[in-house]
């Protein structure tokens, strides 16, 4: 059974500060997917990636598929981005998405 | 392409009511999930479903919890008896392919946040 381990599970920050947030996962996958979550809110994906790095605007997501580790990357943050970053992997056994516990991300002005 | 539709956003339930809450699809998609956050915790798998099948309910609870994607119409999560641990917020996902595929993209609504009182 995959476990998806995520870390730090809250981190504050000042806006304009290098965001990583990281998670690691037990077995093999099919994908590694990132989420992000407003509080109240509903679910978007942001990335899905299964070797690599992909970028999107301000946010960067690597994989290390050797490692079994994937890290979020937000470059000059901005309180805007304060949600919650869930880690989550397709395949590995799983029908469905196996989740981490979430990153609970504020950005202060 | 509307996103995946989930209704209602909220809904209250007396305990021993039932809670009926409904999932369409994204277009073109015939796969669904189900997933459950309680407060506080994480997001838990609870069913796949196929176009009238049920694929994998292994994370759902074996009494009062059922689920159906019938040929015509949205998923339904049906819970019986609700008590006060069912509380959570409740998401569904939909996909074109299977979800353990690669480069299979899950997509989300934006859930049912069900409180029982």
Known sequence: KNEVEQSPQNLTAQEGEFITINCSYSVGISALHWLQQHPGGGIVSLFMLSSGKKKHGRLIATINIQEKHSSLHITASHPRDSAVYICATSGGGADGLTFGKGTHLIIQP | ?117
Request: positive net charge.
């Open chain 2, 1 to 117: 392409n509307a996103g995946v539709m989930q209704n209602p956003r909220h809904l209250v339930r007396r305990r021993g009511q039932e809670a009926r809450l409904r999932c369409s699809p994204m277009k073109g998609h015939s796969h669904v999930y189900w997933y459950r956050q309680l407060p506080e915790e994480g997001l838990k798998f609870m069913v796949y479903l196929q176009k009238e099948n049920i694929i994998d309910e292994s994370g759902m609870p074996k009494e009062r919890f059922s689920a159906e994607f019938p040929k015509e119409g949205p998923s339904i999560l049906r819970i019986q008896q609700v008590v006060r641990g069912d509380s959570a917020a409740y998401f569904c996902a939909s996909s074109r392919s299977p979800g353990g595929a690669k480069n299979t993209e899950a997509f989300f609504g934006q859930g049912t946040r069900l409180t029982v009182v």
